[in-house]
């Protein structure tokens, strides 16, 4: 039986990731996502239900277009395999029920929080509104008698929304002191009334802590070498002047690192919490 839930968890999420592309795609370009139908972004030609079956038809189709035979983004079966393996591991670890929900569905909108701030510097209101509904009304439903899991309780719900906006707020405002440019914009602070009405205040605070720690691991281990790496074959294929190079980091929203810092927060906030008072 358990067997079962699992698959119908990744076929689910599977779906679920088909659907989150077209957020990923739409949003940003303030168009909906309802209406039209999918359509090839080349020849606007609109895809029959088997060209759009998430995973299979990206494969079947060999990734072109079957009218126009232009390359299909590999992003569509990377999210479409990312989420279903997601909403899988949280059924497996959690059984199928409300709290692997909560779970599977928040981890899903703030992955595509990551890829929507990572790809066009913006959090659209329909991902960070849609999860602080979400949790909210996930929070009354849990106040009534369900199992609320790792979520914080209505009440904290509430608290930790204004608690993440206002800090998320402060933090930004302190950063733009010292850098003398923005440094968060309204999609951060939307995303953390999300974020602190799952967590409540103490782990929304905590998300943000995180996110910066990620956020300078990933700039040290990943982002400096690889822009230095293209800096310096660019001087040796002679696209820059010589004599010293202009060295120009590689901006990364900060989104991007608030996403899987929440999710820490989450499943992992009160046993930090925990540790820190304990020892
Ligand atoms: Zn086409």
């Known amino acids: 039986m358990q067997i079962y839930w699992q698959v119908v968890a990744f076929v689910f999420g599977a779906m679920i990731g088909s659907f989150l592309n077209v957020c990923i795609g739409r949003w940003p370009a303030e168009q909906s996502v309802v209406r039209p139908r999918s359509r090839c972004p080349h020849c606007r030609h609109q895809l029959a239900w088997y060209e759009n079956i998430p995973l299979l038809s990206w494969v079947a189709l060999r990734a072109r277009c079957r009218c126009c035979a232009e390359p299909i983004s590999v992003q569509y079966p990377l999210v479409e395999l990312a989420v279903a393996v997601l909403w899988f591991f949280t059924v497996r670890q959690m059984g199928a029920g409300f709290v692997a929900v909560r779970v599977a569905v928040m981890a899903t909108v703030l992955l595509g929080v990551a890829i929507t701030d990572a790809k066009h510097y913006l959090i659209p209101d329909g991902f960070t509104l849609f999860g602080l509904v979400f949790a909210l009304g996930t929070a009354v439903y849990a106040a009534l008698g369900a199992d609320s899991g790792p979520f ?26 010292a850098f003398k440019k923005e440094a968060m914009g309204m999609g ?31 700039f040290i281990l990943v982002v400096y070498p690889v822009a230095w790496f293209r800096r310096d074959r660019r001087l040796e294929q002679g696209e820059l002047p010589l004599g010293p190079a202009p060295f120009e980091p590689p901006l990364v929203p900060f989104g991007v690192f608030l996403a899987p810092a929440a999710l820490v927060a989450l499943l992992w906030g009160n046993a930090v919490f925990a540790w820190i008072l304990g020892g």
Do not use: H, K, Q, S
């Open 152 to 177: 914080a309780g209505l009440y904290e719900a509430v608290i930790g929304a204004c608690v993440g906006a206002g800090f998320i707020a402060i933090v930004g405002w302190l950063g733009e002191i």
């Open 188 to 218: 951060d602070m939307t995303l953390m009334a999300f974020v602190g009405a799952a967590v409540g205040p103490n782990r929304a605070i905590l998300t943000v802590f995180v996110a910066a720690a990620i956020g300078a691991a990933a």
